[in-house]
């Protein structure tokens, strides 16, 4: 499944399910997008901004956590960029301006993203008859909470860190819970028919081919290939050998040893003879492309081949796997479709989510490197409650 790679699935201070009440298109003055009528406020774009900004910061230890949520003049994160960031005292407000903007741009757009696909997943919810309990919810939370974290001192410390509050994280377990439920209605039983058919069409990836590990001697001539040979049959080392006769730098100096070598992996004479040749003679010469060949196979790894029995449980895997990753797609399409058009955001805030929304149009004007736009955060919430691309709103 796609995952929030910048916020990591947040949660929402909610207090009510989604009411799909068409209320008009308008946007309020503390209202950063609507969907069906449903507001998204300024405070709670601000509050994920925080979280998200934070994640970001933590990214470069001892970075300070700039936060871009004033477009477009972006006069608060200038300030905060002054203030938190003295190397950057005496830069000018349209450099700093600029930087905020890129900020904004890549922490603002995934922030949208996550609080208007909570309305989008709870909306399909609401149209199919799906519902998630308070304690569905809660155990969920629980579950994850238990599992990561083995005190309450770490617990704490896990909030402190990102920012995260327990009403965020109970609803995104929330969301979780539903999106799980939206996607087990595009879920298929895994049968037999479908194992043993993934299994005779996908048969290489149940075993390995035959191995062989083979000396060589590459030499430029005929008659360089031969002597090779012969210092071999007297008795000399492959070591030796090769060291004195061979041009091929990868293998001389360690005996002409090349190992686990499978069929079609070396030049076509040599690959046709090696794969004919017995165990522990020494052959040649031959001609190839590159040169002429004394050779000698050394060791033979038979191929291997699992039964159906035996590569069923990973096959069974492998076709659920595809089936969740095509059940959350068909979610996720399905939500577009029928949210999309009723998702109005104001201007500043507009991104792919939002009806009518057109890509700006690049510039080459190139923003300072600054630390008010270092890597995105990968920090998690616990696992068991992370979900596909979740995302919530909030009116706090």
Same mark, same amino acid.
Request: with cysteine.
């Given at each position: 499944?796609?995952?929030?790679?910048?916020?990591?699935?947040?949660?929402?201070?909610?207090? %009510?399910?989604?009411?799909?009440?068409?209320?008009?298109?308008?946007?309020?003055?503390?209202?950063?997008? #609507?969907?069906?009528?449903?507001?998204? /406020?300024? !405070?709670?774009?601000?509050?994920?901004?925080?979280? %998200?900004? +934070?994640?970001?910061?933590?990214?470069? =230890?001892?970075?300070?956590?700039?936060v871009p949520n004033d477009p477009p003049e972006f006069k608060g994160c200038i300030a905060q960029v002054r203030e938190q960031i003295p190397s950057f005292a005496k830069t000018t407000d349209a450099q700093l301006k600029t930087a905020c903007g890129r900020l904004f741009t890549s922490l603002g757009s995934e922030v949208m993203d996550f609080l208007i696909?909570?309305?989008? &997943?709870?909306?399909?919810?609401?149209?199919?008859?799906?519902?998630?309990?308070?304690?569905? %919810?809660?155990?969920?939370?629980?579950?994850?909470?238990?599992?990561?974290?083995?005190?309450?001192?770490?617990?704490?410390?896990?909030?402190?860190q990102t920012g995260w509050t327990p009403q965020d994280l109970l609803f995104r377990s929330r969301i979780s819970e539903i999106i799980k439920k939206l996607v087990a209605k595009h879920q298929t039983t895994v049968t037999p028919a479908a194992i043993q058919a993934y299994y005779q069409s996908h048969l290489s990836q149940f075993g390995s081919p035959q191995?062989?590990?083979?000396?060589?001697?590459?030499?430029?001539?005929?008659?360089?290939?031969?002597?090779?040979?012969?210092?071999?049959?007297?008795?000399?080392?492959?070591?030796?050998?090769?060291?004195? &006769?061979?041009?091929?730098?990868? #293998?001389?100096?360690?005996?002409?040893?090349?190992?686990?070598?499978? +069929?079609?992996?070396?030049?076509?004479?040599?690959?046709?003879?090696?794969? !004919?040749?017995?165990?522990?003679?020494?052959?040649?010469?031959?001609?190839?492309?590159?040169?002429? &060949?004394?050779?000698?196979?050394?060791?033979?790894? =038979?191929?291997?081949?699992?039964?159906?029995?035996?590569?069923?449980?990973?096959?069974?895997?492998?076709?659920?796997?595809? /089936?969740?990753?095509?059940?959350?797609? !068909?979610?996720?399409?399905?939500?577009?479709?029928?949210?999309?058009?009723?998702?109005?955001?104001? #201007? !500043?805030?507009?991104?792919?989510?939002?009806?009518? &929304?057109?890509?700006?149009?690049? #510039?080459?004007?190139?923003?300072?490197?600054?630390?008010? %736009?270092?890597?995105?955060?990968?920090?998690?919430? =616990?696992?068991?409650?992370?979900?596909?691309?979740? /995302?919530?709103?909030?009116?706090?």
């Amino acid at each position: 499944m796609k995952r929030l790679r910048y916020i990591v699935a947040l949660g929402a201070f909610f207090v %009510a399910a989604v009411g799909l009440t068409a209320c008009g298109s308008g946007l309020a003055g503390d209202q950063v997008a #609507t969907v069906a009528g449903n507001p998204i /406020s300024t !405070a709670a774009f601000n509050h994920w901004m925080y979280v %998200a900004a +934070k994640g970001n910061s933590s990214q470069t =230890p001892g970075a300070p956590v700039i936060v871009p949520n004033d477009p477009p003049e972006f006069k608060g994160c200038i300030a905060q960029v002054r203030e938190q960031i003295p190397s950057f005292a005496k830069t000018t407000d349209a450099q700093l301006k600029t930087a905020c903007g890129r900020l904004f741009t890549s922490l603002g757009s995934e922030v949208m993203d996550f609080l208007i696909k909570a309305y989008w &997943y709870q909306a399909e919810a609401h149209r199919l008859g799906i519902n998630v309990t308070d304690a569905e %919810a809660q155990k969920a939370l629980d579950t994850a909470k238990n599992q990561q974290f083995k005190t309450n001192a770490q617990w704490q410390a896990f909030l402190n860190q990102t920012g995260w509050t327990p009403q965020d994280l109970l609803f995104r377990s929330r969301i979780s819970e539903i999106i799980k439920k939206l996607v087990a209605k595009h879920q298929t039983t895994v049968t037999p028919a479908a194992i043993q058919a993934y299994y005779q069409s996908h048969l290489s990836q149940f075993g390995s081919p035959q191995a062989r590990d083979i000396r060589i001697v590459r030499a430029n001539t005929e008659a360089q290939a031969k002597a090779a040979k012969a210092a071999l049959d007297s008795g000399q080392s492959w070591n030796t050998v090769a060291k004195k &006769y061979s041009i091929d730098t990868s #293998t001389k100096n360690r005996g002409g040893l090349l190992t686990g070598v499978t +069929k079609g992996e070396e030049e076509a004479a040599l690959d046709k003879a090696a794969f !004919a040749a017995p165990k522990s003679k020494v052959l040649g010469p031959i001609h190839g492309a590159f040169g002429w &060949y004394v050779f000698e196979v050394t060791n033979i790894k =038979p191929s291997t081949q699992q039964s159906l029995t035996q590569a069923t449980p990973l096959i069974k895997q492998i076709i659920q796997g595809q /089936s969740q990753t095509n059940g959350q797609t !068909a979610v996720d399409n399905q939500a577009k479709k029928q949210w999309l058009q009723k998702t109005t955001c104001r #201007t !500043a805030y507009a991104m792919a989510d939002c009806k009518g &929304y057109k890509p700006p149009k690049t #510039t080459s004007t190139a923003a300072p490197q600054t630390q008010t %736009a270092p890597p995105a955060s990968t920090t998690t919430a =616990p696992s068991a409650t992370t979900t596909t691309s979740s /995302s919530s709103s909030t009116t706090k």
